[in-house]
């Protein structure tokens, strides 16, 4: 079945480090996420990239965030300068082209010290 | 604005007995609506999801959930839990636009006793 896929499954960095989370969505899906979860707390959207470019994205997606699709399947979050309060599970989803079911990738786990 | 609440930070359940998770939410027209599980150092995974026609879907793994717009809920229930199923329970909501997220709450943690 195919699946989405991150990379690296753990991460830790340096604050004010630049990090780069990486996803290889479902290949025949158009739509891609990302999400984050803080530990103990709830999952939050990120933003949505659809057509090579940012559909929507939350109000946490400041200028200190930024994704990419480099080529056919990669998809990736960068976060130019970390911060403490970054630490966080971060998720990668992907949906077909009728967004009505979401697949999530395993997450990536960031811990910025 | 779209929200979901899911009232149970915590739940133990005796193992074979049954299970409701609750979830609210608040949305102006009938959303789609989701439950996820998550498993420790897992990803989210679908249980079963409800976009119209029967309010009564049935999920993976044995799950059900009951959409009632009356009371704007679609909690999540299972007849008899197994060991297996303890994990973070997650209800989300989409709205039915192309390319917008989906709103998740708190999560549930269900453990289980033998």
């Known amino acids: 079945e195919p699946e989405v896929t991150q990379t690296p499954s753990h991460q830790v960095t340096q604050m004010g480090q630049e990090v780069i989370l990486r996803c290889v969505p479902i290949s025949n899906h158009l739509y891609f996420y990302w999400y984050r979860q803080i530990l103990g707390q709830k999952v939050e959207f990120l933003v949505s990239?659809?057509?090579?470019?940012?559909?929507?994205k939350s109000e946490i997606f400041d200028d200190q965030f930024s994704v990419e699709r480099p080529d056919g399947s990669n998809f990736t979050l960068k976060i130019r300068s970390t911060k403490l309060e970054d630490s966080a599970m971060y998720f990668c989803?992907?949906?077909?082209?009728?967004?009505?079911?979401?697949?999530f990738g395993q997450g990536t786990r960031l811990t910025v010290v | 604005a779209q929200s979901v609440t899911q009232p149970d930070i915590h739940i133990t359940v005796s193992e074979g007995a049954s299970l409701e998770l609750r979830c609210n939410y608040s949305y102006g027209a009938t959303p789609y609506l989701f439950w996820y599980v998550q498993s420790p150092g897992q990803g989210l995974q679908l249980l079963l999801k409800y976009f119209s026609g029967d309010t009564l879907v049935q999920g993976i793994k044995g799950f059900e959930a009951e959409f009632k717009r009356s009371q704007s809920s679609f909690n999540l229930r299972k007849p008899s839990v197994h060991w297996s199923d303890a994990a973070e329970y997650f209800c989300a909501v989409l709205r039915n636009q192309a390319g917008t997220a989906l709103i998740f709450g708190k999560g549930t943690t269900l453990s289980v006793s033998s």
């Open positions: 989803a992907s949906t077909k082209w009728d967004n009505t079911e979401a697949f």
């Open positions: 990239f659809y057509n090579n470019e940012i559909s929507e």
